[in-house]
């Protein structure tokens, strides 16, 4: 019987893609095109390559821009705040993210989230979405000093949560960091499709979160 779900962040409740993109064009509005003549396309292109799908953070990221684009009057420091400060409101949740997040309430399920992050920064995203009233824990690395895949960091959730991994799922976008790992400690994994992997070697996948209700009573079914 599933007793628990678990979700990963970025990629899986938050539409990370929709959510950078509306940041850099609310960023270049606000302060790019004040102190630079590139367009505004080549901004928001360059800003979401040198990002790299969130796996780099954005010291390095703004650091190159400056460089690159040979910034006037603003420093990569600043920009890095303005990105801090501001990016919360420009997050874009997943279509049916608080409808489902309140099914398996209603339903008795025990939520979590493990995310990998710095602390502050994703709790206001997450804040931003208006759900954290749904979740029972919440681990982001930074806070618990240990980051996905490594499996003490899952393990630390189920124990929070009072679960144990046969009796919970975890549900993300990554197939090592979120699946993987996920498995490794007893869990089931829950893809959450991602054009960015394959879907080879995935026991159970949702293009969208509005299945995950119906996967979960199945599964308990099949239990």
């Known amino acids: 019987m599933i007793k ?6 970025d990629g899986t409740l938050l539409n990370r893609n929709e959510s950078v993109l509306h940041f850099a064009e609310r960023q270049y509005n606000r302060i790019i095109k004040k102190t630079s ?15 790299e799908k969130g796996y ?7 650091q ?48 979590g989230i493990i995310s990998n992050g710095y602390g502050r920064f994703q709790q206001s995203n997450i804040e931003s979405l208006g759900i954290k009233h749904f979740f029972d824990e919440i681990l982001i690395s930074e806070w618990e000093g240990l980051r996905k895949p490594d499996p003490a960091i899952f393990l630390r959730a189920l124990q929070r949560l009072e679960v144990n991994p046969e009796e919970s799922l975890f549900i993300g976008d990554h197939p090592r960091n979120d699946i993987e790992a996920a498995r490794n400690v007893g869990m089931l ?23 995950i209700p ?10």
């Open 4 to 9: 628990a779900v678990l979700f990963d962040l």
């Open 37 to 51: 003549d590139i367009s505004k396309e080549t901004y928001i292109s360059r800003f979401i390559t040198l990002d």
């Open 56 to 62: 780099v953070w954005k010291d390095k990221v703004y």
């Open 64 to 111: 190159q821009l400056v460089e690159e684009f040979h910034l006037a009057g603003i420093t990569w420091q600043e920009l890095l705040q303005d990105y801090v400060e501001e990016f919360p409101y420009s997050c874009v949740p997943f279509s049916y993210l608080k409808e489902m997040l309140a099914q398996l309430s209603s339903a008795g399920l025990r939520l």
């Open 189 to 211: 994994g829950v893809w959450k499709e991602n054009s960015d992997w394959s879907s080879a070697g995935m026991d159970y996948i949702v293009k969208d979160l509005a299945e």
């Open 214 to 223: 119906m996967l979960i009573k199945k599964l308990n079914q099949d239990m």
